[in-house]
Each structure stands twice: as structure tokens, then as C-alpha cells.
């Protein structure tokens, strides 16, 4: 194995790519290294490509592994090779951001140790109209992973009802994507509100399976999360390794593979065997592409029995017809429903966790009457880096014994 200081270059389609420190570790459970990353998106290219090649990708990166920091970088470095292209985003401030073409882009990334592909729903080539319509299955807390798969069911049969594919692939942490590729006709307001009217009917459909409330503390069994087609916002793409400790990997599946299908099984160590068995169960994705007709059809029926627009993220302007943006626990009118209370804050996730215990240890009696979509986990982001917040929501527990509000412990500020 190279050591962690010295570099090693490859031709990669007559691209010089150089990997600086190739034996630096990124996921120490299975000592996976920069190198191996590298190897592994040579493995899956055509894939990979497939989902984030000729797309502008908002960098994630993991420079000193998974148990580090981690950080967002929406501008392609200054110090990049004349082959890497770059496009030119305008929303707010201006960013050019980087635009996978080849393997050797990928690798070129991975030596970024960008771990997962980011890419926004849009090609290079037409920044304003987006070909994809992006299906994020979230399980809350307590939902197992059988109860996604039938969600995900439900979502392909209202699909298919409206003339569309989706194209199912586990999300390499707890949830599943499904990816329908539609004509560039629609903007991205519309493609949203193609995406809120879908979620809607797998909710009403699911009859307690799936929510598409936006609002953590309303939400039961598996969220369809219908803002990630809101411009500006990207989602891992096929064959993307997740930061997680076994390097799960987002695994494109097949139809007759989802009812059987195990997140555990696909991992940066055993993809590429996968991929070179099987090649990409996508690959006839860019010949599905349909309308949004049929979901825009049913968003003005919805609209008509009283269901507007829905909360937006929260650092998008206020859009026309949006509901009050007011988390149900901050509502006089609700927050005896929803009372939350913050209890810790990290500069990761584990930091946060061990806030959590802390806390359930001072109140062992709260404790044991929460349930696991109780705790809500947030990941939130600065101008950098992320940073985690937990919530409890109070509302299984009698008003007596509920603890006061006190500075979240360890205390964080986003940077």
C-alpha cells in the first residue's frame, strides 16, 4: 500500500490525474484509502457517469476521512487541470461548479476525497430546465427498512399511473431514491410542484406509511421529501459512497431486486464486482424520459380540495401562496402538540449523540417515554461545514415531568 505522504499518477483517457497522499485512510473500519476511492469510481464510471456526468456537482469533502469535518464547496477549486469543466450557476451570488465528463474527472474528484457526486438535476447544458425528478424515501426514526421498500412500491405504481419511470437505488444510508427522468420542459418551481403532488398521493395512498408533512415533529413512517427538487438542491447520485463506516454505498437496483434488496450488501468493496457482473441497472434511464402533465394535472386537482403549496426549505424566500413557515412547535396554536425542546449540539453527529445521552441520563424518567421519531436529528448548514442540532419532542410525556429548556449541551455555532 503507498504510504499517506507520497502520490502516485495514472493515465486515465489521456488525462494525467495525479492522487496526492493515495494511502491517507478515509473509512477506518475497513481502512479503505484515498487510492481505493480513487480505484473504486475507475470500477463504476460508466454508471457513475450516467447519474452525475455533464451535471453541475456541488462538492462534498472528506479530507481527513469520515470521522473529521467535512465540508461543502460549491466553487471548483482555482487550482484544477484545463480539462476539468466547469459551468457557471447563478442563484443569488454566482458559482462555477465542476462538471464530470469522464473517469478521469471522477478520480480527479476523488482525490478531492469527494466522497459522494452531488450533482443538481440539470445538464451543463440548459441550467434553467431540469431532466430529472428526484423521489427521496426518508424514513423517521424507529422505521425499518422493509416499510421503505413498500413506500417505494407505492411511488413506483403512482408513477406509472402518470405515464413515468422510476428508477429505484438504496440512498447508501437508511432511505431509497427513486430517479424519473423527464423532458426539459419545466422549470424548477414546477418540477417541485410536480414532486409535492406526488408525495401527496403515496401519502394518501400509503394510509399511515408515508408523510409528506415538512415539519419533523408531524411527520410518521416514511417522508417523501418532495423540496429536494428545489433549485439549488442536490442529492447523492448512483454508485455516490456515503460517509458511513462500512462505505455503503447509493445502488442502483432493479424493480424485481427492491423487495430483497439490503443496503448492508453494497459497499465500495463490493460494487465494483457487482458493476462488472451486471453493468448498470440504469442504463436505460435516458430513454424514459416523460412529462409531468399527469402530476401537474393532479397538483391543481389537490390545490382545488384546499391543498396549496407546502413549506419551503428554510433559507428560500417566502414563495406566493406558501403557508406560514412556522415549525408547529413554535405555533401558539400547536406548540401544546409539538412542545420541543433542543438538548445538544455537535460539530458532528457523534458529538451530538453523546450530548443526547447525556441528557437522557439527567432525565432517566423522560427517557423511557420517548419514542425513537421522538428525537429529531438535524443536520445543519453554515457557510462551510455542517453541524448537528438534536430536538425532543416532549409530547408523549405528562406536562409535569417535561425538563426546561437549557443550553444545549456541548453548545455549537454554526460557521
Not at 502520490?7 to 481502512?31: A, D, M, Q, W, Y
Not at 458529538?351 to 441528557?359: F, I, P
Amino acid at each position: 500500500m503507498p504510504s499517506s505522504s507520497e502520490s502516485t499518477t495514472r493515465n486515465i483517457g489521456g488525462h494525467e490525474v495525479t492522487i496526492s497522499n493515495p494511502g491517507k485512510v478515509l473509512f477506518p473500519k475497513p481502512k479503505y484509502t484515498k487510492l481505493d476511492l480513487g480505484n473504486y469510481y475507475l470500477a463504476v464510471a460508466d454508471g457513475a457517469l450516467r447519474g452525475a456526468g455533464g451535471r453541475p456537482n456541488m462538492l462534498v469533502r472528506f479530507p481527513n476521512g469520515i470521522g473529521a469535518p467535512s465540508f461543502y464547496q460549491k466553487r471548483a477549486p482555482d487550482s484544477r487541470p484545463p480539462w476539468i469543466e466547469v459551468v457557471t450557476l447563478r442563484s443569488g451570488r454566482t458559482a462555477d461548479e465542476v462538471v464530470p465528463r469522464d473517469p478521469a474527472s471522477l478520480v480527479w474528484l476523488a482525490n478531492l476525497a469527494c466522497l459522494e457526486l452531488h450533482p443538481h438535476p440539470v445538464r451543463a447544458e440548459d441550467l434553467d430546465h431540469p431532466d430529472e425528478l428526484r423521489v427521496d424515501l426518508d424514513p423517521v426514526p424507529g422505521i425499518k427498512w422493509p416499510q421503505v421498500r413498500e413506500v417505494a412500491q407505492i411511488a413506483r405504481a403512482v408513477l406509472a399511473d402518470l405515464g413515468l419511470v422510476g428508477w429505484p437505488k438504496t440512498s447508501g444510508s437508511r432511505g431509497m431514491h427513486l430517479f424519473v427522468r423527464i423532458e426539459r420542459r419545466w422549470v424548477f418551481d414546477e418540477v417541485r410542484r410536480a414532486a409535492l403532488a406526488l408525495a401527496r398521493e403515496v401519502e394518501r395512498r400509503g394510509q399511515g406509511l408515508a408523510t409528506s408533512k415538512w415539519w419533523k415533529e408531524e411527520r410518521q413512517g416514511v417522508f417523501v421529501d418532495y423540496n429536494q427538487n428545489a433549485k439549488d438542491r442536490t442529492v447523492a447520485s448512483a454508485y455516490s459512497v456515503r460517509p458511513v463506516p462500512d462505505a455503503r454505498v447509493s445502488a442502483p437496483l432493479s424493480w424485481d431486486e427492491v423487495d430483497d434488496a439490503d443496503p448492508e450488501d453494497f459497499t465500495l468493496g463490493t460494487m465494483p464486482k457487482r458493476f462488472a457482473k451486471i453493468g448498470d441497472r440504469h442504463a436505460g434511464m435516458d430513454d424514459s424520459a416523460g412529462s409531468l402533465d399527469g402530476l401537474l394535472e393532479l397538483s391543481a386537482r389537490q390545490e382545488k380540495e384546499g391543498q396549496g403549496d407546502a413549506p419551503w426549505p428554510p433559507h428560500y424566500r417566502k414563495q406566493p401562496g406558501e403557508p406560514p413557515r412556522v415549525q408547529p412547535s413554535k405555533s401558539r396554536a400547536r406548540a401544546e402538540k409539538y412542545p420541543l425542546i433542543e438538548v445538544s449540539r455537535g460539530k458532528d453527529k457523534k458529538e451530538a449523540l453523546a450530548g443526547l445521552s447525556k441528557w437522557k441520563k439527567r432525565h432517566p424518567r423522560v427517557a423511557q417515554l420517548l419514542e425513537p421519531a421522538d428525537v429529531l436529528v438535524d443536520q445543519m448548514r453554515g457557510r462551510s461545514s455542517a453541524w448537528y442540532r438534536i430536538r425532543v419532542n416532549l409530547q408523549h410525556v405528562p406536562e409535569k415531568l417535561r425538563p426546561s429548556p437549557r443550553t444545549p449541551s456541548p453548545t455549537r455555532t454554526p460557521e
